[in-house]
């Protein structure tokens, strides 16, 4: 299965350290991640670069980073998008349905 985990927040708390445990549990379990976040984020420092892209977002509901994330998913050829944070969350749907990702996970629910 091939995960994109996505977390686009810039600063270094709770959310952002969970973020980069996801990445290390899922990639130990044998899966295929591909972290999304921040060029200056957490994930750009703690994740090996092969399994990482850079997606700034200025503001939630960013429509250019979520076109950005539509082709990094769909590049990737993902099945499920794990979303970290409200921001995420709001791009994460709208991604996953352009991409034909059936499920993306967030703090609250499977969508899809």
Known sequence: MRIVNLML???RGGL?????????ALVAEGFEVLSIGHAKGVLAEKVKPAQ???LNSGFTGDP???LRLKGLAKR?????IIAHGNR???????AAQAAN?????DG???RG
């Open 16 to 24: 952002e350290s969970m973020a980069v445990r996801y990445h290390e």
């Open 108 to 110: 609250l629910a499977a």
């Open 101 to 105: 990702i059936r499920q993306y996970l």
């Open 64 to 66: 250019l980073a979520a």
């Open 9 to 11: 927040a810039r600063g």
């Open 76 to 80: 990737f050829q993902a099945d499920l």
């Open 88 to 94: 995420a969350i709001a791009l994460a749907g709208t």
């Open 52 to 54: 990482f892209a850079r």
